[in-house]
C-alpha cells in the first residue's frame, strides 16, 4: 500500500499542486463570504450541497478525485487520444444547439439534471491537447503557412461556435493559443499585425471617422515620402503602403460598423464602448437594438466592483463583514466579479497575495514547461499558461473597468462546476506530464 502511494506521489511538482489547493480554498473562502447567512450552521450548510460555497467545495473533491485518476493514467494517453478529444470537444458544442439552454444571456449551457454544462469551457482542454499533438509531429514544419492556417483552424473552430452561442468571452479564450504558436515559431509580424488591428478598432471607436479617415491617409503620405528613394526602385513598395491604407479606411468605415451592428451584442456594444468612457453611437445600432440597450446600465456592474475594492482600504473589512458584496450591490459577486469579493473583505494586501499567487502559478507553469523533453508536453505546458493568463488577466481587468465585461471567470476561485473542473483538468495533466519527463521523446 505505502508502496503503491510512492508510485503515485514520485516525481509530482509539489509546487504546482499546493498552488491549486491555495487558489481553491481561497475560491471556496470568498463564496463563502458571499453567501453565508447569519444564523446558518457552517458544518451543516458546508456538507448539504445546497448553498453556492457548498456545491464549490463539492466541486473541489471531484476535481481532487479526477486530479488523481489523470495521475494514475499513462502520460502516452494523452498525446494519443487528443484528437479523439479534439472531436468529442466539438461534437458537445454542437450538442449545443439542438439541447442548450439559455442562461443569462448565453445559449452555450446544456443542463443535466440538477446540474449545467458548458461545452465551450471544456472544449479549451480538447483544443490544447489537439493544438500540442499537431506541432509535435515529428514531419510538422511549422514555419511553412499552410502548418500555421491549420493550426489557426484548429483554434478558430471552437471559437466560432462559442460565438455562434452568444458566449463571446469564452471565444475570445481561445486566440490565446495563438501564444503557443508563437512560442513553436508563430511569426512575430503576426502579432504585430494583429495588435495594430486591435489599434486600429480601438482608434475608430475613439476618433471621429472622418477624421481618422484623414490621420490614416496622413500616414500612408508620409510612409511614401520618407521611402521615397525605395519607392523609385521598386513600384510595387507603393502600392503596397496603398493597398494597407485601403485596407485600414475599409475596417474603419465598413467592417468595425458592421460587426458592432450585426454580429455583436446589444449589451456586448455598450460593455466595449463603456470601457472606453463613451455612449454608444447610433451609428453602432439598428433602431430595435438601440433601443433595447438603452433600458439597461451596463456602467452599474463596473461602478459597483470599483466600489467594493475601495472599500476595503488596505487591511479589508474582514471575513463576512463587507458591506457591498454581503448586500447583493455588485451583480454576478460569486463568478465574474469574485475578486471585489476579496478586494473588499481583504483589502489591498488580500488582493495582492491572490495576484502573487496567480503570478507564481503562471512562472511554475512556464518553468515546467520549458523543462518538458517532448515537444508534446512543452506544447500543452505553454498551452495550460495562455489560458490561464487570458483568464486572469482579462478578469482582472474587466472588475477594475479596464476591459469590457465579456463573462471571463478567474481560473479556482469563481464559481461554477464546468470552470473549476476544466482548468483542475488541464492543470493536472500537465503535472502527469511533467510527472514523465525524464522518458525522453515520445
Not at 8 to 14: F, Q, S, Y
Not at 43 to 57: A, H, N, V, W
Not at 398 to 421: K, N, Q
Request: include cysteine.
Amino acid at each position: 500500500m505505502s508502496y503503491r502511494r510512492q508510485e503515485i506521489t514520485k516525481g509530482i511538482d509539489w509546487a504546482l499542486l499546493w498552488l491549486w489547493i491555495l487558489l481553491c480554498a481561497v475560491g471556496v473562502m470568498a463564496i463563502f463570504a458571499v453567501t453565508f447567512k447569519e444564523g446558518d450552521p457552517f458544518i451543516q450548510t458546508l456538507l448539504g450541497f445546497k448553498t453556492d460555497y457548498s456545491k464549490q467545495f463539492y466541486f473541489w473533491g471531484v476535481a481532487s478525485l479526477f486530479g488523481i485518476f489523470i495521475l494514475l493514467t499513462d502520460s502516452k494517453f494523452f498525446a494519443a487520444t487528443a484528437n479523439l478529444w479534439y472531436l468529442f470537444g466539438i461534437l458537445l458544442l454542437l450538442l449545443v444547439f439542438p439541447f442548450g439552454s439559455n442562461v443569462r444571456g448565453t445559449a452555450s449551457i446544456i443542463k443535466l439534471g440538477g446540474f449545467q454544462f458548458q461545452p465551450a469551457e471544456f472544449c479549451k482542454i480538447c483544443v490544447c491537447l489537439a493544438l500540442a499533438k499537431y506541432l509535435s509531429q515529428p514531419h510538422r514544419e511549422f514555419l511553412k503557412p499552410k502548418s500555421q492556417v491549420y493550426a489557426a483552424i484548429i483554434v478558430l473552430i471552437p471559437a466560432i461556435f462559442s460565438v455562434m452561442q452568444s458566449e463571446t468571452g469564452l471565444a475570445l479564450v481561445y486566440f490565446s493559443f495563438f501564444i503557443v504558436m508563437y512560442r513553436e515559431g508563430l511569426s512575430s509580424s503576426v502579432l504585430i499585425i494583429a495588435f495594430a488591428i486591435a489599434v486600429l478598432v480601438v482608434s475608430t471607436l475613439l476618433i471621429e471617422k472622418n477624421t481618422l479617415a484623414f490621420i490614416l491617409t496622413g500616414l500612408a503620405l508620409a510612409t511614401i515620402y520618407f521611402l521615397r528613394r525605395q519607392v523609385k526602385k521598386k513600384k510595387a513598395l507603393m502600392f503596397a503602403v496603398l493597398f494597407i491604407w485601403l485596407i485600414c479606411v475599409g475596417v474603419q468605415r465598413f467592417a468595425v460598423p458592421f460587426i458592432f451592428k450585426n454580429i455583436l451584442k446589444p449589451h456586448q456594444v455598450e460593455r466595449i464602448f463603456s470601457t472606453i468612457g463613451k455612449d454608444v453611437p447610433s451609428e453602432y445600432f439598428s433602431e430595435s437594438n438601440a433601443i433595447a440597450t438603452r433600458k439597461t446600465d451596463v456602467h452599474y456592474n463596473v461602478k459597483q466592483s470599483k466600489i467594493a475594492i475601495g472599500s476595503g482600504g488596505f487591511w479589508g473589512k474582514g471575513l463576512l463583514k463587507s458591506t457591498q458584496t454581503r448586500n447583493d450591490f455588485v451583480p454576478e459577486q460569486r463568478t465574474d466579479f469574485i475578486f471585489c469579493t476579496i478586494g473588499e473583505g481583504f483589502g489591498f494586501v488580500g488582493s495582492f497575495i491572490l495576484i502573487t499567487l496567480y503570478t507564481l502559478l503562471l512562472f511554475r507553469i512556464i518553468t515546467v514547461a520549458e523543462r518538458q523533453r517532448s515537444v508534446f508536453s512543452r506544447t500543452y505546458g505553454y498551452g495550460v499558461a495562455a489560458v490561464f493568463f487570458f483568464h486572469i488577466s482579462i478578469n482582472l481587468a474587466m472588475t477594475v473597468g479596464l476591459a469590457p465585461v465579456i463573462g471571463i471567470p478567474l481560473p479556482f476561485i469563481s464559481y461554477g462546476g464546468t470552470s473549476l473542473l476544466t482548468n483542475s483538468i488541464l492543470l493536472f495533466i500537465l503535472i502527469r506530464l511533467d510527472v514523465d519527463r525524464q522518458m525522453g521523446l515520445r
